[in-house]
């Protein structure tokens, strides 16, 4: 009896600390929907307050006529899209190598691909940058991409080989004793098995393009190649900032995260432990 | 000429392309930087000046200030990091604790969130005057003037410091929670059979046994907090004491000051490399465990 008592009290204060700690996540959201439904006079008003008095979707409106957001979107997806694309066409396939073959610096390469999703950005944002100048490729969005693939490539690499090295050795070697070729195999038996490990692997490399701040910050100059990380922090740099539309931008940006997030939550999760290492 | 194995000669149109991508756009721009570093020419390739920008990095008064602002950056979110998210993956749970999911992916959600958005929210949060943070605080009595969050060396690093651990401690608590759903059921039952209590068990059964994991979160937490350029970047300019050398790095790129960068940025590629190394070191042992 003492000691169910015991229990449900520190039941209770769990769920208190709990509760405490998802409002202390969800704090920020709550704030950007706050703030971005405001009207201007409302958002430096004292005290602060948390339900805007004369919502208005005004902010929003402004975001998406009159501010670069919409393009910057565009710019985000072609050059996530294409950073993606590339990484697992050539990441893919070098993973597959990885995972099946015996070769010579087998081992070194594949800790070579683990160990480039740690280098530090602002490292290799120097000698990027001017090697894009000297191909004119920079404000371009095929530079940014390319550049992105430097997170994609060994990202895509690294969780693949770990796909590929789950499917046993055994169901590729029946099928060649039956005289199915090499690309036979594994266009129509290896790929169909870990389809949703590659589009996971995908989701996760075009996320990782998406909020790329620290190239993307050297490697864009105007709106031609802007994408929507430095988009944001364009609104929040002026001498004047407009709160109310930086956080209706904010909310824009993040949504299409949380959608995708609650889409593959499970394979998202799955993707950290097979050491997907870029935050 | 070497010869090559079957397997060799298979592997090679797999590996040909990816690999010279790969040359390309990382081995080469290491190489580039490195060059770079003992140049004294701004666009490479120029005159060798040997360790010159190192010795001019080494004098250099910012220098040692970075390396303490990374030392406190990266020891502050580490250890809360990590005590906050075992705390969370350990309370979670808990056997009689209902609706696990629920808490873990509510919390989660702070690691998903875009960083640029992060910051921006946190830097909208954190204003002096008009911020909602000193506003609460000041409603809940905890302080009665406004605290200059962001704008002073006494709470910029703090700040910064507070926003990472919000969206790292719900990593380090995902992770964690993997470690525990793994440990054997019944060493929990027959230590209480012998009657230990829920920190003994916690201090030799849990922790022991979710050493490995524990230090794989911590380097990977650590590596993130030297590598981070944009939180800082966005939400005070590397100002009031919180230039990490990954802002020093950027610094001296934007003013073009190329080799002194350069040299810096050798030295934070030399950081993150030694724990990035140990990092590799663990992985590989639990890849030939498998």
């Not at chain 1, 996540?25 to 004292?46: G, N, R």
């Not at chain 1, 120097?126 to 997170?151: C, Q, W």
């Not at chain 1, 046993?168 to 038996?189: F, H, L, N, W, Y």
């Not at chain 2, 969370?88 to 999911?101: H, V």
């Amino acid at each position: 009896m003492k000691r169910n008592t015991k229990t449900i009290i520190l039941d209770i204060l769990t769920y208190i600390f709990l509760a405490t700690v998802v409002v202390l996540v969800l704090m920020p959201l709550l704030w950007i929907i706050s703030t971005s439904l405001k009207p201007a006079i409302e958002i430096f008003q004292k005290p602060p307050h948390w339900i805007p008095h004369n919502p208005t979707v005004s902010n929003y409106v402004g975001v998406i006529t009159a501010s670069e957001i919409p393009r910057a979107f565009l710019n985000s997806f072609l050059v996530g899209a294409l950073a993606t694309f590339l990484a697992l066409a050539l990441g893919g396939s070098a993973g597959y190598a990885f995972a099946r073959f015996k070769f010579r610096g087998n081992k070194f390469l594949s800790l070579f691909m683990l160990i480039s999703q740690m280098l530090p950005l602002t490292v290799l944002m120097i000698p990027m940058y001017y090697m894009e100048n000297k191909m004119s490729l920079v404000d371009t969005r095929f530079g940014l991409a390319l550049a992105h693939l430097v997170i994609c490539m060994p990202l895509v690499t690294w969780m693949s080989r770990g796909y590929f090295k789950g499917i046993p050795k055994e169901i590729e070697e029946s099928a060649m004793v039956d005289g199915a070729t090499q690309m036979q195999i594994i266009g129509r038996i290896i790929l169909p098995l870990i389809k949703p490990s590659i589009a996971a692997t995908g989701i996760y490399a075009f996320v990782s393009s998406w909020n790329e701040f620290a190239l993307a910050n050297v490697l864009t100059r105007s709106i031609q190649s802007r994408t929507v990380p430095i988009a944001l922090n364009e609104f929040s740099t002026f001498f004047k900032v407009d709160w109310g539309q930086t956080m209706a931008a904010a909310a824009i940006i993040t949504v299409p995260i949380i959608v995708v997030f609650l889409l593959i939550q499970k394979q998202f999760v799955a993707g950290l432990s097979a050491g997907a290492v870029k935050g | 000429m070497m010869k090559l194995t079957k397997d060799e000669k298979r592997a090679i149109p797999f590996l040909l392309p990816g690999l010279i991508v790969t040359a390309i756009l990382i081995v080469y721009p290491l190489f580039y930087i490195v060059t770079m570093s003992f140049s004294d020419n701004s666009f490479g390739g120029g005159g060798f000046a040997g360790i010159k920008n190192y010795v001019s990095l080494f004098h250099n008064p910012q220098f040692p200030k970075a390396i303490r602002s990374t030392l406190w950056w990266t020891f502050g979110t580490v250890v809360l990091s990590y005590a906050i998210g075992t705390l969370l993956a350990l309370l979670i749970n808990r056997k009689s604790i209902k609706l696990k999911g629920f808490w873990r992916g509510m919390i989660f959600i702070a690691w998903i969130i875009p960083g640029v958005v992060k910051a921006t929210t946190w830097k909208w949060m954190f204003q002096t005057d008009g911020g909602i943070i000193n506003y609460m605080l000041q409603s809940l009595g905890v302080i009665s003037k406004n605290i200059p969050w962001l704008t002073s060396s006494k709470f910029a690093l703090l700040s910064v410091i507070i926003v990472q651990v919000w969206s790292c401690a719900p990593y380090v608590m995902l992770m964690m929670t993997a470690g525990l759903q793994q440990l054997p059921a019944d060493l929990y039952e027959s230590a209480e059979l012998d009657g230990a209590t829920w920190y003994e068990k916690l201090l030799h059964i849990t922790f022991p046994l979710l050493k490995d994991i524990s230090f794989i979160c911590i380097l990977m937490v650590l590596v993130w907090a030297i590598n981070e350029f944009s939180l800082i970047f966005i939400m005070t300019q590397g100002g009031h004491d919180t230039t990490t050398l990954a802002m020093l790095v950027y610094n001296q790129f934007k003013v073009l000051n190329i080799n002194l960068a350069s040299a810096s940025a050798i030295m934070q590629l030399l950081i993150t490399m030694i724990f990035a190394g140990i990092y590799v070191r663990c992985v590989v042992k639990e890849d030939e465990e498998e």
